[in-house]
């Protein structure tokens, strides 16, 4: 049966969860963001905090935002060992991405990487967009509809590109990415194929 990736499913997800490896950066961000000028980050639904780590580290100041406090543990984790100049720039929040409205224009870059919250891809976008500041960047990766290891395991998270794009105002936005990607990552001891959903947006000034 498909399951509901609903808060009490990653609470419990996380407290199972025993891997000491160090999660890695998504790679769509660190090429995407690789170029921007560090400023204030919003990292939506950031789990373990690899984003978020990343970010610091590359100069941003960060919001990251879970509402499965376990995760935020873990990230929390992540960023002490990484040593006080990393974890000071960063401010873990838990919160419920449904609900909670991020200030307006505050951030030079809003990115989530596989948040699909229930309520869906594209409306957890529309509350995102308004924090974008004028100049800034919005990055959201999702799974693409042919994604075939999430669809063995979820319904209800896939999302395209071109969709995400169309919740944009086009006076408002310039997508500079809109793109399926392939991928390969390691699970356990074998590779599997991804294929993301990419969308990056600049806000016009
Ligand atoms: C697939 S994980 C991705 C985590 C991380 N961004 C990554 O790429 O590794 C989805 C994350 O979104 C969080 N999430 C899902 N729905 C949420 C909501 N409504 N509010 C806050 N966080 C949510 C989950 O707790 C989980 O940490």
Known sequence: MPEQLDHAFWEARYRGHSTTQHPQPNPHLTVEAANLTPGRALDAGCGEGAEAVW???HGWRVTAVDFA???LD???QLAN??????????????????EWTPEEHAYDLVCSHY????????????????AVAPGGTLLIVGH???DAHSAAHATGVHVTAEDLAATLEP?????????TRSRTMTHGSHQIELRDTV???RKQR
């Open 55 to 57: 970010l610091a580290a």
């Open 69 to 71: 406090t376990a995760a």
């Open 74 to 76: 873990r990230a929390g």
């Open 81 to 98: 060992l990484r040593g006080p100049e990393i974890a000071d720039r960063i401010d873990w929040l838990a919160a419920d991405l449904t």
């Open 115 to 130: 948040a699909h919250p229930v309520t869906g891809a594209e409306t957890l976008l529309r509350r995102l967009a308004p």
């Open 144 to 146: 693409h509809p042919s």
């Open 171 to 179: 006076d408002r936005w310039e997508i500079t990415v809109a793109e």
């Open 199 to 201: 969308l990056v947006a």
